[in-house]
């Protein structure tokens, strides 16, 4: 006997790719639960299964940085602020953080198969009585036309987004004159594609090409250098909100037209912002 749970849940991590860099990813998540029907009838509450599985992935991988530690010039130690990871290549960086900040995991690359395995592994190990084993599906959202990943943090927020390098993966609609603007949406998808946002006032150095952005936040203190050129400084926090109004503002007085942008946090979610040349 089998359960499923489609659309359970979602994902919103950054990882360490040794051939691009930095990049921002959100996973839907589908669940299958094998196993044995109870007394009741039921192989697992419904009602259980859902905060089950998303308590055990917000306590664990969503929100993290996945470091592939044995991937090619990557280092880990630790610091005073927790732990450090350096990449050498195809850039290099440098990110500091509380442990929770990360997921060190033994491979040479992040995959989605291998995530998903891991993540279904997990959850089998502490899986409650009548059910055998849990088979997660974690998918990329299907985006027709433009989209782009980026990775950012924000210090003000009391959950787990204040860490300093988590990301997503977002569509990005941009309207002028009441129409879809499809060139306008892919060229500044593919400006941001793969960026580190971050408020200006966190910078703490920009030096010899490298950016440092520092800040403390209630979990800790963090930090991450690297390159200027893979970033996006905005005026205020990297919210979605000040992402929509930062790019309606730039395309507005780019192009010379009122511009409408809806910008997306990963997935099903975002801000729409208004813009005057
Ligand atoms: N109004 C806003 N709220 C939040 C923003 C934002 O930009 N504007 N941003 C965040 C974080 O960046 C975070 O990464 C979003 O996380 P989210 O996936 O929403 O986290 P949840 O656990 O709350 O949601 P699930 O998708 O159900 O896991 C937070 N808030």
Partial sequence: ???????????????????KGLIGCSWQVDAQLDGELGEDGMLFDFGEVKPWIKRTLDNGLDHTLLVPINAPGVE?????EGICIRTASPYEMEVRGPAQ???LLPWDNITLERVTRY???????QRPKNVH???????????????YSYTHGLKRHLGNCQRIAHGHRSRLYIWQQQAR???????????????????????ESQIDGKL????????????????QDRCCILPKPTTVENIALWLANNIAQH????????AFEGIDKGATAEALP
């Fill in 1 to 19: 006997m089998a359960l499923f749970v489609n659309h359970l849940s979602h994902i919103d991590v950054s990882l360490w790719c040794p051939a």
């Fill in 76 to 80: 880990v130690t630790d610091c005073d």
């Fill in 101 to 103: 900040a990360f997921s």
């Fill in 119 to 125: 993540l279904s592994a997990q959850l089998t190990e």
């Fill in 133 to 147: 084993n849990v088979t997660l599906v974690l998918k990329d959202e299907c985006i027709d036309g433009a989209a």
């Fill in 181 to 203: 603007q499809p060139a306008l949406e892919n060229h500044w998808a593919a400006w941001l594609d793969n960026r580190y946002l971050l408020e200006k006032a966190d910078i």
């Fill in 212 to 227: 440092t952005c520092r800040y403390r936040s209630a979990q800790g203190t963090f930090s991450i250098t690297l390159p």
């Fill in 255 to 262: 192009s010379g037209h009122k511009t409408l942008v809806q």
